[in-house]
C-alpha cells in the first residue's frame, strides 16, 4: 500500500510563509499527478493545487493563484507546496492526494495542520 506523509505545517503569522512537503513511498513519477487539498473545520475538503509528475501542467485553486507554487522534486521524491502570503482564511489541515489512472484508489496523506494568526 503506498503511503504519503506530509510535512511542514506549523503555526505563522499572517503574511508569513511556509513550505510543505509530501512523501511518497513509490516512485513519485509513478502517479500521474499530485495535488494538495485542505479542510478547515466545518468544510469540505477542497483542491488547492495539482501538478502533472512530468511537471508541465498544474492548477490553482482561486484563493491560492499568485501567492502557492506546486512542484515535484525527483530528487527527493516530494511534491511540494510553497505558500507565501498567507491570510488566516489559509487555516486547514494541508493533505497530499497521489493518482494514478492505473489504481482504482487515490492515495491520500494523513495530513499536516497548517495555522495562521491574524
Known amino acids: 500500500q503506498v503511503q504519503l506523509v506530509e510535512s511542514g505545517g506549523g503555526l505563522v503569522q499572517a503574511g508569513g510563509s511556509l513550505r510543505l512537503s509530501c512523501a511518497s513511498s513509490?516512485?513519485?513519477?509513478?502517479?500521474?499527478?499530485m495535488a494538495w487539498y485542505r479542510q478547515a473545520p466545518g468544510t469540505q475538503r477542497e483542491l488547492v493545487a495539482s501538478?502533472?509528475?512530468?511537471?508541465?501542467?498544474?492548477l490553482y485553486a482561486d484563493s491560492a493563484k499568485g501567492r502557492f507554487s506546486i512542484s515535484v522534486d525527483r530528487a527527493m521524491n516530494t511534491v511540494n507546496l510553497q505558500m507565501n502570503r498567507l491570510k488566516s482564511d489559509d487555516t486547514a489541515v494541508y493533505y497530499c492526494?497521489?493518482?494514478?489512472?492505473?489504481?482504482?484508489?487515490?492515495?491520500w496523506g494523513r495530513g499536516t495542520q497548517v495555522t495562521v494568526s491574524a
Open positions: 492526494k497521489g493518482v494514478d489512472y492505473g489504481d482504482p484508489t487515490d492515495s
Open positions: 513509490k516512485l513519485i513519477t509513478t502517479f500521474n499527478f
Open positions: 501538478i502533472t509528475t512530468t511537471g508541465d501542467n498544474t
